[in-house]
């Protein structure tokens, strides 16, 4: 297997009304090609923002400390924002939560998608237009040649969300990054998206990172898994070894969030993640954490590898 996409020692914050706060504390990860990787964590953790970094889409506010995102062996903070555009939605795509963040109300489906082959691809006329048709194919929209004088607001959330992945295929994209693709559709169709997303994952070698609150997709799709808690990876191991495993106690409570059918009692996290603009001293998670000791209300735990998984916690000391 080789690397595709390195983030190395990632941190990055916000210029607030009070000063600057880092939300991303070292974050480390890496792809491979052909793989999966699960980002997961409670709402704030970092998710979103350690990887819109990748694609440099971040809020004006927000400043990179230090780092690298290495793509294909480059340092895409070194590019020009010239150079970005000629890899953000080419070789690497987003797909959003919200489709329609992706797709102009005021045009076709063919037309966008066109528009996208034509720039990234340099192709016109019919030869764009076989690729556009191929690439809904693929994703399995019905009746895909009519569909493309259709507008975005005659598809369903699931279909706007497959002609996203088709722009993604058009463009023969190496890295998608999925942004919660799947949770404002309904559970039917979210499965269905999650198999068209396996299926041309598998059929073009693509390097997927998956951001998800549902642990059963990512027990279906990831080969490994990050775990963040307070915009830091505080887990981060084969996706065998996390569900087998588990080794943090932050994972071991994600794990626990689940719905007991007889009492229908949500076992939750007591508590809530500290917000960037509250300082916590030693592990960020202690507060929460059943099995806080005395060094963790002072020290922030380092990284340590222990049975191929990467943990951030002083039980392992
Ligand atoms: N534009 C912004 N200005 C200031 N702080 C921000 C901004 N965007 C994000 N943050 C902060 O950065 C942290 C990480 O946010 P992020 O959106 O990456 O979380 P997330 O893990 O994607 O959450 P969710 O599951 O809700 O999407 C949060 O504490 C958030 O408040
Ligand atoms: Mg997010």
Not at 118 to 139: I, P, T, Y
């Amino acid at each position: 297997m080789s690397t595709i996409l390195e983030i190395k020692n990632l941190n990055l914050g916000f210029n607030l009304s009070d000063g600057f706060r880092q939300a991303v504390w070292d974050v480390s990860f890496s792809l491979e090609r052909g793989e999966t990787l699960a980002i997961v964590g409670e709402s704030g953790c970092g998710k979103t923002v350690s990887t819109m970094s990748i694609l440099q889409l971040l809020p004006e506010t927000a400043k990179i400390q230090s780092g690298e995102i290495c793509f294909d062996g480059e340092n895409l903070l070194n590019l020009s924002q010239k150079q970005m555009q000629k890899i953000r939605g080419k070789r690497i795509a987003l797909i959003p939560q919200d489709p329609m963040t992706s797709l102009n109300p005021l045009y076709t489906i063919g037309n966008q998608l066109l528009e996208v082959i034509e720039l990234h691809q340099g192709l016109k006329g019919k030869e764009a237009f076989d690729v556009a048709l191929n690439a809904l194919e693929k994703v399995k929209i019905p009746d895909a040649k009519e569909k493309m004088s259709a507008y975005p607001h005659e598809f369903s959330g699931g279909m706007k969300q497959r002609v996203i992945i088709a722009m993604a295929l058009a463009c023969h994209a190496e890295v998608i990054i999925a942004d919660e693709p799947t949770t404002a559709l309904d559970v039917t169709v979210q499965a269905q998206i999650m198999e068209i997303l396996r299926e041309i994952k598998k059929q073009e070698n693509l390097s997927v990172i998956l951001i998800t609150h549902d642990l059963g997709i990512v027990a279906q799709n990831a080969d490994k898994v990050a775990v963040m808690y307070a915009g830091r990876i505080v887990e981060y191991a084969p996706v065998k070894e996390l569900f087998k495993n588990p080794k943090h106690p932050y994972t071991k409570a994600l794990l626990n969030v689940i719905l007991d059918i007889n009492t229908e009692k949500v076992e939750t996290i007591d508590g809530q993640p500290p917000s960037i603009e509250n300082n916590i001293s030693g592990c960020p998670f202690h507060p929460r954490c059943a099995q806080c000791m005395e060094i963790c209300v002072k020290k922030n735990p380092p990284k340590r590898t222990i049975d191929g998984s990467v943990v951030c916690c002083h039980l392992y000391d």
